[in-house]
């Protein structure tokens, strides 16, 4: 491979992390940790503006993974931040709820089928974490049939690092396999009458594997196996939500969950998470006890009201699925041309990549790196996100650095 | 009792609760749900400015809760507001960290004597979280010293309501009572060699309770506890945080703990919450995985660092000292002169009020409600909070409501 060192890291950076370095264990934690998978990718980024982001060099990169998910419009989008100002000129964190939640609550009611009602939150993981205790407290019961290496947050009942973690906290999860309707039924078997809830993502995105559709047989099964049962469904939507279907990523399958998690794309970027539940689970919701300072703080609500409007307008999710598949194909081509076997994995609103054989990621790495190097921004091993910022001209800008990684890594 | 009827809630703020009971379980849930504590506070704000907030009717309240805390230095304060601005138009939800991460965090470790490396997140609830993950980490082991009836967030692992969580959850908690270094020294000793950290907040603000400091033996006891037995002290500073002292509240004690967890005051309200450390537990920091999609989010992390550098001017925690003990001897007097006995419990800056005999809360709601109504916002049986946007002048037109809401009482 002869790819550029990444010794091309530019002063600023390099600057910065070793201030990071003396303040921040490792210099950076969770998902953001470039150590964790490339020594090309900038740490830090300075600003963003529609499809593009530009690092502390002041090196722009065209960007296929929108702030990991939230970024569904672009950044800084005019009309999302128009709404951001507007709210900030009256307030933010106010000892009461703004009216916008209300308005956002009813607007997420008129959007999405399996909504009878909406509560609002912080992170994904408080909106799982919600609905995981609302399921519990609706039926009285404790088991929570999980997907083995399903990412549903990184708090102790449902990380996937045991660092930190104690065995009770996870004590009530049963393992299935995604899209293996005979282990999920076996689990339930197992979990018995405690079995309080299958938690499921729309599709398979665990983290260093090839992205799995669900098989709309298993949607269905599991959707059966709960009326069955008498557990609730949650659907995990906080990484699909928003990009896919607005009415909820399982909507085109006819499968209608009882509760729905939220949260990235829902205010494209600002802290925002969301549950959404079915009529049957309304006073369950009202017997738990979930809360934060900052949940109903306006501005994020303001955020998710205008960026839901604008995703309504019937515009956005039908371009990223045109600009996907743009993408999908010309890397198809351009793999093909350079000797590569590639595959490409999950949605395109939401592609992911990677290299056949490649069991340890080095070949995909260094495309990543290459690629970053040269002005694309992408991830080797977590799937990337589309925006309705990117044009089918940033899509064939992309492809052509794409086309020089592919040739950078080709040795 | 002679306090007007809550039917002087306004038409806006009636409609708005028939639409919020639609589309949002019990029309709202948390500590935000008004019913729990009142038939007169409204449960909609409009905006807020200084240290007023302003309902859907038009009805401006002097705030006396400071949006539960978070409000600091009054609601949009010009320079946080000029530091959010500046943010959005560079980006905010970015593929990297912000440079602005840095900054915070080198302010954070230059403002906190006991803070080597901070780390960020979103809710108060993730900051304690982060806590007590990294103490097991460190210590590889599980048992967590806890306050009864000391509330670290709503999530299932500290809990204080048993719907929909179980007993799994909180399997690792061992109960002492607060200011008894007895039964926290019993505690341990029921934790034996399983023992990972004294979870503990900076004074006692359990709800629906009388404030209690502490006792300084006590902290100073728990220090040499957790040094005796390898635990890890964990300060949950969430709440009392960048109001008493910016060094950590139980700075003035010199008693410095292993962990500190901070959220709301730290942003001045906008989302953000924090974990800082000592040295030593660097390493655990990074072996566990913790992570959000908006943990690094730039704009929050630009208002705390402008939260920050203006509490560091010196000025906002000696008036907020000020206001609150002008505050506290006006009620003071009040109370006497209308005879009736009460107590006000806590630091000045985060005050509470509750009347001698009023086990079942009747009167200090009544009064509550009487002030409301009157126009000075605050809660009957959650502390309050100071802003710096207090003036002498604004507590003088508290006061003078807080007479007449005493005289509506008398009855």
New interface residues.
């Given amino acids: 491979m002869t790819i550029a060192p990444a010794s091309v890291l530019g002063e600023h950076e390099l600057a ?1 992390r070793e ?2 370095r ?5 210099g ?5 940790s ?1 150590q964790a998978f490339s020594s090309a ?9 529609g499809c593009r ?1 530009t ?2 060099d002041g090196r722009t ?1 065209l ?1 296929l ?7 569904v419009l672009g ?2 989008h005019p009309g999302v ?1 128009a709404a ?2 507007d709210q ?12 916008v ?2 308005e956002f ?2 607007l ?2 008129d959007t999405i089928p399996s909504a ?4 609002f939150c ?5 909106a799982t ?1 919600t609905c ?6 609706a039926t009285g019961k ?1 088991k929570l049939l999980v997907a083995h290496g399903a990412y549903h947050g ?4 449902c ?3 045991g ?4 065995a ?2 996870q ?2 999860l049963v393992r299935y396999e995604y899209n293996d309707l005979a282990s999920a039924e076996a689990a339930a078997a197992e979990a018995g009458d405690d079995l309080a809830a299958i938690v499921v993502c729309p599709m398979r995105h665990d983290i260093k594997r090839d992205q799995e559709l669900v098989d709309p047989a298993f949607a269905r099964g599991l959707r059966a196996l709960a009326d069955r049962t008498g557990a609730v469904l949650v659907l995990d939507d ?1 990484r699909c939500g928003f990009r896919l279907d607005l009415g909820g990523s399982w909507e085109p399958l006819g499968v209608r969950p009882d509760l729905s998690a939220w ?2 794309a829902i205010a494209n ?3 925002l998470g969301a549950v959404t539940g079915i009529e049957a689970l ?16 306006a ?2 609500l303001a955020a998710g009201l205008a960026t839901l409007t604008e995703l309504r307008k019937g515009v956005a999710l039908p371009d990223m699925a045109r600009t996907g598949a743009r993408l999908r194909e010309g890397l198809a081509a351009q793999a093909a041309a350079h000797g590569f076997e590639i595959r490409q994995t999950g949605p395109v609103q939401m592609p992911m990549l990677s290299f056949a054989g490649d069991e340890d990621f080095r070949l995909v790495t260094a495309w990543a790196e290459a690629a970053v190097e040269r002005g694309v ?1 992408l991830h080797p091993w977590h799937n990337w996100f589309l925006s309705a910022a990117h044009t089918d001209a940033d899509i064939d800008a992309i492809l052509a650095r794409t086309d020089e990684a592919f040739a950078a890594v080709q040795g």
Avoid at 88 to 95: I, K, T
Avoid at 122 to 126: P, V
Avoid at 132 to 137: L, N, P
Avoid at 163 to 166: L, P
């Fill in positions: 910065l201030r990071a003396q303040v921040i264990p490792g950076m934690y969770g998902h953001m470039v990718h900038p740490q830090f980024m300075a600003s963003g503006d982001v690092d502390t990169y960007d993974m929108c702030g990991w998910g939230p970024v950044h800084r931040t951001i100002l900030l000129e009256r307030g933010d964190c106010l000892d009461g709820t703004s009216p939640a209300v609550a009813e997420l009611v009878d009602w909406a509560m912080k992170n994904g993981s408080d974490t995981v205790t609302i399921a519990r407290a404790r990184a708090v102790p009942w990380s996937l690092r660092s930190g973690v104690t009770e906290d004590a009530h906080v949260s990235k970027g600002q802290a309304r006073d369950a919701v009202r017997s738990v006890y979930v809360t934060g300072s900052f949940w109903t703080a501005v994020p921004y």
